[in-house]
């Protein structure tokens, strides 16, 4: 720890609070007692923020730990997400070759370590990798691709997410080419899927638990041999993904989720992670908002976690744009959100920029690129959802727009859940507040990653560093006031508007009437009845008053600019005391948290 604070202290301008040192501390306490056999047989959750300094942390520790002869028998495996993030730890680490190796789909990469994986005391490997081979093992205890001298190594470490096995999800409408795909060769097995998929599947109620046939045995095709005949006739990854997860699930009880216009999917999921892969040392950021980790605490009860240290993001600015941000979103209103991000970055063109987009729709980046003025192109930079994790390229940049955001289906969020805590689908329902509680998590994850690639990662003292975050996102599905202020705390929200829309029709009769209601100190509630029947919602029929709730619901709570309007008169939707919202009331202190 003092090789730490040298460091950081002298060759960074990264300054850590003592409480945030004493959350490093306990995360080298861990690995010492991993390092001498006394560490409590769980996995060990560090959530300290990015940029506080966990890697360096263990860095320093392996260092040292290295040239103790005391220590010559301890293995060390590190899991990590990317090859970047690997060859990131080799510049970090002084060990010779002949001491580590490298172990993926890379040959070059690999060729930077021993090619004898058993002798070389500390290895580098992907977390793809180790769920692709440990679960072809029963024990940790006997994946000998990982040992080192002949035995388990010792000390584990996982950098980022961590789950015990992989979510699976087969939707029927993704695998409905696999009945052309089979029938010349195997027609009976094409006629049985054809029942499954368009008659079972589409007849089962939403979340009901059926029974899968085995079909893949039935009929003596292995996934191997079905990837094979998939291959053959130029199938996509994707679709031989989707195979490859439905294949899985056959002879098995799934839950059935109807995803809206999504359509149904079956769902269930694969343990990867043998339990005895604990003692581990889990490092993710993510960990203290991600319900995943709360249903292992509480369903696995193998959850230990580690010190927390607080960050101060007053120095932090959220721009929010309330409008959709998910794929579907962008498809349709694209050049609408062109517009806004280059109107965005045109007023100030003098600052570096990092952009985070959706990988799927075509030329983004070069259509946004095209409306930049006076700007230096080479002080735009532009990420995709999916690759923005984990990585300190742009730790500099203090302009950030999260464009959009990455949203699961229900059926992956259940199935994420299930996982988590260890339920299968014959072991119950899923409760839906679960399944919401998961959801939640994801988004913060999402945001929290996306958002700390930028300058707020970094601290002085206890204070992240001067930073802008323009985010993208509707308030209906989660992206709102609240989840901000519970990621990044003290930071400020203010409305992003790059584009204006003024106000028409039934959309500005509502906002006028909550304006000249409110106007009014002693009215601090008006319910939606009162809004429709002013904007014209409501009719007398058979005497009787019957309000357009679906209209209201649709066209003006969920409108984007009427959403903008609420929050810049300082009002908000309220329960008034039940669980679905019911009127208007007064907001407080919407602009700082």
């Known amino acids: ?12 301008s990264h300054r850590p609070s003592e409480e945030m040192y004493e959350a490093l501390l306990d995360i080298a306490l861990t690995l010492e007692d991993m390092a001498n056999g006394k560490v409590e047989n769980k996995i060990h959750l ?12 263990i860095s320093f520790f392996l260092n040292l730990l290295l040239k103790d002869k005391r220590y010559d028998d301890i293995g060390i495996l590190i899991g990590l997400s990317s090859y970047d993030e690997i060859e990131s730890y080799l510049a970090r680490m002084e060990v010779g070759h ?37 679960k072809q093992y029963e024990n940790f205890s006997k994946a000998d691709e990982f040992f080192y001298k002949s035995k ?31 029938r010349k060769i195997h027609q009976d097995l094409a006629v049985e899927l054809d029942e ?24 003596d095709l292995d996934l191997n041999n079905l990837t094979g005949l998939l291959k053959r006739q130029d199938k996509s990854k994707t679709e031989m993904d989707n195979a490859s997860n439905f294949w899985f699930l056959l002879g098995k009880a799934v839950s059935v989720h109807k995803d809206g216009l999504m359509g149904s999917a079956a769902l269930s999921y694969e343990e990867t992670m043998p339990d005895d892969i604990s003692p581990l040392l889990v490092l993710d950021a993510s960990g203290s908002c991600r319900a995943t980790y709360d249903e292992m605490a509480n369903h696995r009860k193998n959850i230990v976690r580690l010190k927390k240290a607080n960050k101060d993001h007053s120095d932090l600015e959220l721009h929010h744009w309330i409008t959709g941000g998910g794929k579907s979103s962008f498809h349709r209103r694209t050049d609408e959100y062109v517009e806004g991000i280059a109107n965005t970055i045109n007023k100030e063109p003098d600052k570096e920029w990092l952009i985070i987009i959706h990988k799927d729709i075509p030329d983004l980046e070069s259509m946004i690129r095209s409306l930049l003025l006076e700007v230096d192109q080479d002080k735009i930079h532009f990420i995709t959802w999916g690759k923005h994790k984990a990585t300190n390229k742009y730790a500099h940049v203090d302009r950030v727009i999260l464009a959009g955001t990455l949203y699961l289906s229900d059926s992956q969020y259940e199935s994420l859940g299930r996982l988590s805590a260890r339920r299968l689908p014959e072991h119950g329902s899923y409760p839906k507040e679960d399944i919401n509680r998961v959801a939640l998590g994801e988004l913060k994850h999402v945001i929290l990653q996306g958002a700390c690639r930028g300058t707020v990662r970094l601290c002085i003292g206890d204070k992240c560093r001067p930073c802008k975050i323009f985010i993208m996102g509707a308030k209906k599905s989660g992206v709102k006031q609240e989840l901000f202020k519970e990621l990044f705390p003290k930071s400020s929200y203010h409305l992003w508007r790059p584009i204006t829309r003024e106000l028409t029709g039934k959309v500005k009769l509502a906002i006028d009437y909550l304006k000249k209601r409110f106007e009014d100190p002693k009215v601090d509630y008006v319910s939606f009845k009162d809004v429709m029947l002013t904007i014209g919602l409501m009719t007398i029929l058979d005497g009787k008053e019957k309000y357009d709730r679906a209209n209201f619901n649709k066209n003006i709570r969920q409108h984007q600019e009427f959403n903008i309007a609420l929050i810049e008169a300082e009002l908000e939707e309220t329960h008034e005391g039940t669980k679905r919202m019911k009127g208007f009331t007064r907001s ?6």
């Open 98 to 134: 002949s001491n580590r190796s490298i172990l993926t789909s890379d040959h070059k990469l690999n060729r930077l370590g021993n090619s004898n994986h058993n002798d070389a005391q500390i290895l580098f490997t992907t977390q793809q990798r180790m769920d692709l081979k440990l």
């Open 588 to 593: 407080l202190d919407w602009g700082i948290f």
């Open 46 to 57: 560090s959530s300290l923020a990015p940029g506080i300094g966990k890697t360096q942390t």
């Open 196 to 219: 499954l998929l368009n008659v079972i599947l589409m007849a089962a109620q939403d979340e009901t638990l059926i029974n899968l046939p085995n079909l893949k045995e039935k009929y």
């Open 152 to 182: 388990p190594r010792q000390i584990r470490i996982w950098d980022e997410s961590f789950l015990p096995g992989k979510p699976i999800v087969a939707r029927r409408d993704d695998l409905m080419f696999l009945i052309g795909a089979l």
């Open 1 to 12: 720890m003092d090789m730490v604070r040298e460091f950081f202290t002298k060759e960074t």
